[in-house]
Nanobody
Framework: QVQLVESGGGLVQPGGSLRLSCAASGSIFGRNAMAWYRQAPGKQRELVASITTGGSTNYASSVTGRFTISRDTAKNTVYLQMNSLKPEDTAVYYC?????????WGQGTQVTVSS
């Protein structure tokens, strides 16, 4: 059973940056498009960014130009670089496969943007 472990969250001021990591316990990135999702309090989980097996990326309109998704297949890790953070980016961030969820959700990593 593949496990996904997210890390890198924290408290940051508006305009700041964070880099999230998602480590998988198995070699899944070569055969799965991956994505970052987030869930804010009282809201449904939403797709933030995705990366295909070929390396093509896509972003939610709310984060385009500020967030960058990448992956290191050798390290079984996918990243989310988040710049120019806004209070509305506050949420728990998760990674999983893109659109069709194939693995159990990890614990997520909390991102709080506040002054």
């Amino acid at each position: 059973q593949v496990q996904l472990v997210e890390s890198g969250g924290g408290l940051v001021q508006p305009g700041g940056s964070l880099r999230l990591s998602c480590a998988a316990s198995g070699s899944i990135f070569g055969r799965n498009a991956m994505a970052w999702y987030r869930q804010a309090p009282g809201k449904q989980r939403e797709l933030v960014a995705s990366i295909t097996t070929g390396g093509s990326t896509n972003y939610a309109s709310s984060v385009t130009g500020r967030f960058t998704i990448s992956r290191d297949t050798a390290k079984n890790t996918v990243y989310l670089q988040m710049n120019s953070l806004k209070p509305e980016d506050t949420a728990v961030y998760y990674c999983n496969t893109f659109l069709i969820i194939r693995y159990d959700w990890g614990q997520g990593t909390q991102v709080t943007v506040s002054s």
